[in-house]
Structures are given as C-alpha cells and as structure tokens.
C-alpha cells in the first residue's frame, strides 16, 4: 500500500517523537540505575568509616556514620544493631531508644531491637514503656527466656505484681533452667521449685516486698552477637 506524499511530515514527526521519547525513557532508567549505584555505593562507604571509627573507640562518630548510611538506603537490619551498640556504649541512652522507635515503627516484629528498647527504658527508670515493650516482646517470641527473666524483673521491682512476676521468673527457668539469671529467678519465687543438686529454692512469703535482683536487665545490643563483635570486640 502506497504513503501519500501528504502524510509523509506527518507520519516523520510521529517516528521522529517515539524515538525521542524511546530514547527519554531509555536515559530515565540508566539516571535512575545509576542514582541507585550510587547510593549503594554511598551507604557502604559511609558503613565501613562507621566500622572504622568504632574500631578506635569513637562510638560519637561511628553512630553519625551509621546513621548517615542508614539514611542513604543501607539495611537497617545490619546497621540498626551497630547504631545502638554505639549509643549505648556512649551512654547515650534517649539517642537510642529514638532509633529503636523510629526503626520499630517500619520493623515492628523485630523483637531484638524491641527488648534493646524495653531494657533502656526500664534502665532510665520508665518501668511503665519498659513493661509495655518486654510484654510485647514475649507476645512476638514467646520463647526467648531473657526477655521473661527482664520482664519478671520489672513488673518486680515496681511492685505492680508479684504474681505475674513470678510467672515469668518460672517461664525463664522453664527455658533457661541452667542460664545466667536462674539463682535470681529462683530466689524471687513466691514458692519453691526443685534445683538439681540442692535441697531447693528459698521460699518467699505472698506478700513479700520487692527486693533488687543483683543482675541487671540483659542488654542483647545486637540481633547476634558476631553482628556487632567478633571474639576480640570488634565490630565487624
């Protein structure tokens, strides 16, 4: 079928638009692929200074470089657990607890980072956040014995239920019969349980004051250990 030499402009124009706009969207893609290079690029650089500065003990600005990289698209879940290893060991506690909450608002079944939380606020003294976290964190992962032994140890102290707290210390040596917390979990039961090799566990009173458990809340500061030290503690 014959073009008519009238249509010829026409149909020009049209080819001559759909390659520009073929070539248009051809150099949005590689600006974006690129863009996106770049910025992973950008994140991983700032990580390993954040890396760098903690190996040296300079946990100021290793959280600052952790923070940039995680605001540079890095993975939250690698760099989250460094940033409060940071804080923490900067005694910078409000620092990390805003961390944890922003990161829990996106992540709210990373119940590691959950019990960071809980822990800092029950070390600044807020028992009632600090109970509503480690409930939490018992409701997402009810077999985790630390985060009963940290809970039970709350609800303790501030003298809000001796019952439940009981339950929890029993949770914990159910779990963790043999764990670094079981001697204090044991001697803070409202009623005795059998210990391996001993005659039994103290028996306290049902109305029993609180009295302060020698340990304090664990701490777990990051998801796993070796993500935050190696044996010689490092960060890796």
């Excluded at 009238?6 to 690129?34: E, H, K, M, Y």
């Excluded at 985060?147 to 439940?164: R, T």
């Excluded at 009173?205 to 070796?226: E, M, W």
């Amino acid at each position: 079928m014959s073009v008519s030499l009238s249509r010829l402009p026409v149909l020009l124009i049209a080819l001559a638009v759909s390659s520009s706009a073929c070539a248009s969207n051809q150099g949005t893609r590689t600006q974006s692929q690129l863009h996106t290079l770049q910025k992973e690029t950008h994140w991983k650089e700032l990580y390993e200074r954040g890396r760098a500065f903690a190996a040296v003990g300079d946990f100021t600005r290793a959280e600052e470089y952790f923070g940039a990289a995680l605001d540079n698209g890095g993975d939250p879940q690698k760099l989250i657990p460094l940033i409060l290893y940071c804080c923490m060991q900067d005694s910078r506690y409000l620092l990390a607890a805003q961390y944890a909450e922003e990161h829990l608002q996106t992540h709210p079944n990373d119940y590691r980072t959950r019990f960071v939380l809980g822990s800092i606020y029950a070390g600044l003294g807020q028992p009632v956040p600090a109970e509503r976290e480690l409930k939490r964190v018992v409701e997402t992962k009810p077999e985790e014995p630390e985060a009963h032994y940290a809970l039970g140890k709350i609800l303790w102290d501030s003298e809000k239920s001796y019952a439940e707290a009981d339950r929890h210390f029993r949770e914990y040596l159910r779990l963790s019969p043999s764990g670094p917390h079981a001697a204090e979990a044991r001697e803070h039961l409202l009623h005795p349980v059998p210990q391996s090799g001993a005659a039994g566990a103290k028996s306290l009173p049902s109305d029993a004051g609180p009295r302060n458990l020698s340990a304090p809340i664990p701490q777990p500061l990051t998801p796993n250990q070796s993500q935050s030290q190696d044996q010689n503690g490092t960060i890796p």
